[in-house]
């Protein structure tokens, strides 16, 4: 139990839609960062945020974007999403931007039909 | 050539037996790195931290750093049935802060 929560933990929706994903980080951690997960393999790093404000971004495109809260906690959105957007989305929590190790949530997984 | 690299196996080893799990990468920069263990449909768990060259022990786990051939690996002693998952090897670049994950390794232990 790492303390990381996500919700929802499953989510369908349909090609074009928008959706929201919620992240609850750790006690004491300000920094989180999000996944995407396709099947079969690695987590691929989407972006992160630290003290509210984005600290760096993947090869993702502008459709996905996300919050900090004063609370640390966090939202990822996909807009107009793709059936390609299918996958398991991870949150992961860490006590600052830098080398601290960085813990996940159990994620959402979302389907795209 | 991959950031991570990571033998996809899957890695069979009897039960009891030693495990080996290798992982090379591309970024000579890299500071940090990190296996997770993850079982099937569910998120990953970090299991170990390196930071140096050298070894770092942690009850069955040992992890081994050599910077200088960009390489990390782990060792499972005492391999049980609940070891088996999917092991992903993380690195995370000197002043960096995303993780670069490889594909991961299947382990199977077998009774």
């Known amino acids: 139990e790492t303390g990381v929560t996500q919700s929802p933990t499953h989510l369908i929706k349909t090609r074009g839609q928008q959706v929201t994903l919620r992240c609850s980080s750790q006690?004491?951690?300000?920094?989180v960062s999000w996944y995407q997960q396709a099947l079969g393999q690695g987590p691929q790093f989407i972006f992160q945020y630290y003290r509210e404000e984005e600290n760096g971004r993947g090869n993702f495109p502008p459709r996905f974007s996300g919050l900090q809260f004063p609370n640390y906690s966090s939202e990822l959105n996909v807009n107009a999403l793709e059936l390609d957007d299918s996958a398991l989305y991870l949150c992961?929590?860490?006590?600052?931007?830098?080398?601290?190790?960085?813990?996940f949530g159990q994620g959402t997984r979302l389907t795209v039909v | 050539q991959k950031e991570v690299e990571q033998n996809s196996g899957p890695l069979s080893v009897p039960e009891g037996a030693i495990a080996s799990l290798n992982c090379t990468y591309s970024d000579r920069g890299s500071q940090s790195f990190f296996w997770y263990r993850q079982y099937s449909g569910k998120s990953p768990e970090l299991i170990m931290s390196i930071y140096s060259n050298g070894d770092k022990e942690d009850g069955r786990f040992t992890a081994q750093l050599n910077k200088a051939s960009q390489y990390v690996s782990l060792l499972i002693r005492d391999s049980q049935p609940s070891d088996s998952a999917t092991y992903l090897c993380a690195v995370r670049p000197g002043g960096g802060n995303k993780l670069t994950f490889g594909t991961g390794t299947q382990l199977k232990v077998e009774l």
């Open positions: 006690s004491g951690h300000n920094t």
């Open positions: 992961a929590s860490s006590q600052g931007a830098g080398s601290s190790e960085a813990f």
